[in-house]
């Protein structure tokens, strides 16, 4: 799908208008046992896979090398006013950011929208129980320096959107295919451990506009989704699509019975203002298959 940053902005109007009853939405969700298929599957995973879903379907990713964050000569990441071809040190630790629409990809064949498929990473940013406690957010344990975590994230996050979203709680009550099983929270598999949401932050109007630091936090807890027609695919190049869901009903449950796993309805919930798409600079290199024992 090609990136509109008009719709983004619109988008994001609506969002931040939507965000308080969002935030503290707390409609069932079921709750997946280990009775169901893909709560066996899961568990069988590699240690380079996690799920995935498309075409209603629960699928398996395996990722056979690292993340790329793209970089332009002209971008200026790190927001001190020098341009990465002049600035050495934005070259030395990744800024993968949310908010912003390369136009090259790591392919280094033409526009990303062209040369890569798209991975629409689900952000469950309801809150189910309306969490007021800043401690439950995901703690400072391993986290790379310079990054908000453990109750200084928990707060910010209140105070920008009115509860603690279950995408940044060290233990969601809600499931998410990242982290992996077993892994701890603010990770995945071939993933960057952070990312910087200040582009997205300030077109929310959550921080000012245009941002002047990077706002960098855990990688959240996160899904998956992918076009129908890339639900089995060899390893290629993805650029990653932040979506922030609003609504704790349109969560997908573990095995898929339920919620957004769909591109269809994924796009369904976009344009009835309950989640957001946004771009970014973050891409992964990964398999696409439909998982094991599913149907």
Same mark, same amino acid.
């Given at each position: 799908?090609?990136?509109?940053?008009?719709?983004?902005?619109? &988008?994001?109007?609506?969002?931040?208008? !939507?965000?308080? !009853? =969002? %935030?503290?939405?707390?409609?069932?969700?079921?709750? #997946?046992?280990?009775? $169901?298929?893909?709560? !066996?599957?899961?568990?069988?995973?590699?240690?380079?896979? *996690?799920?995935?879903?498309?075409?209603?379907?629960?699928?398996? =990713?395996?990722?056979?090398?690292?993340?790329?964050?793209?970089?332009?000569?002209?971008?200026?990441?790190?927001?001190?006013?020098?341009?990465?071809?002049?600035?050495?040190?934005?070259?030395?630790?990744?800024?993968?950011?949310? &908010?912003?629409?390369?136009?090259?990809?790591?392919?280094?064949?033409?526009?990303?929208? +062209? @040369?890569?498929?798209?991975?629409?990473?689900?952000?469950?940013?309801?809150?189910?129980? /309306?969490?007021?406690? #800043? /401690?439950?957010?995901?703690?400072?344990?391993?986290?790379?320096?310079?990054?908000?975590?453990?109750? %200084?994230?928990? @707060?910010?996050?209140?105070?920008?959107?009115?509860?603690?979203?279950?995408?940044?709680?060290? *233990?969601?009550?809600?499931?998410? $295919?990242?982290?992996?099983?077993?892994?701890?929270? &603010?990770?995945?598999?071939?993933?960057?451990?952070?990312?910087?949401?200040?582009? !997205?932050?300030?077109?929310?109007?959550?921080?000012?506009?245009?941002? *002047?630091? +990077?706002?960098?936090?855990?990688?959240?807890?996160?899904?998956?989704?992918?076009?129908?027609?890339?639900?089995?695919?060899?390893?290629?190049?993805?650029?990653?699509?932040?979506?922030?869901?609003?609504? $704790?009903?349109?969560? #997908?449950?573990?095995? &898929?019975?339920?919620?957004? *796993?769909? =591109?269809?309805?994924?796009?369904?919930?976009?344009?009835?203002?309950?989640?957001?798409?946004?771009?970014?600079? =973050?891409?992964?290199?990964?398999?696409? %298959?439909?998982?094991?024992?599913?149907?």
């Amino acid at each position: 799908m090609k990136f509109r940053v008009s719709g983004f902005l619109l &988008g994001a109007v609506m969002l931040a208008m !939507a965000l308080p !009853a =969002f %935030a503290q939405d707390s409609a069932p969700t079921s709750t #997946p046992t280990a009775a $169901q298929p893909a709560a !066996a599957s899961s568990a069988s995973l590699q240690p380079n896979q *996690t799920a995935g879903f498309g075409n209603s379907k629960v699928l398996t =990713f395996t990722y056979t090398q690292n993340f790329d964050c793209v970089d332009q000569p002209l971008d200026d990441l790190n927001f001190n006013g020098v341009p990465a071809e002049s600035d050495p040190g934005e070259m030395q630790t990744p800024i993968c950011q949310a &908010g912003i629409q390369p136009t090259i990809g790591p392919p280094n064949n033409g526009n990303p929208i +062209n @040369s890569t498929e798209p991975l629409y990473v689900l952000v469950p940013m309801f809150s189910t129980n /309306n969490d007021q406690n #800043p /401690n439950d957010a995901i703690s400072c344990d391993n986290v790379v320096a310079g990054t908000a975590c453990g109750p %200084a994230l928990g @707060s910010f996050l209140i105070s920008a959107f009115g509860a603690l979203p279950e995408g940044f709680k060290a *233990t969601p009550s809600v499931y998410t $295919q990242c982290p992996d099983p077993g892994s701890p929270p &603010g990770t995945c598999t071939m993933h960057a451990s952070r990312l910087d949401l200040a582009p !997205a932050l300030a077109a929310l109007g959550k921080i000012p506009s245009p941002p *002047t630091a +990077n706002v960098f936090v855990p990688t959240p807890n996160h899904s998956h989704i992918v076009l129908n027609k890339d639900s089995k695919i060899k390893a290629i190049w993805w650029q990653v699509d932040p979506v922030l869901v609003m609504n $704790q009903s349109d969560w #997908p449950t573990q095995d &898929g019975s339920s919620g957004i *796993t769909s =591109f269809k309805e994924m796009q369904t919930v976009i344009k009835a203002g309950a989640a957001v798409e946004v771009p970014s600079n =973050f891409y992964l290199f990964f398999s696409s %298959a439909k998982m094991g024992n599913m149907k």
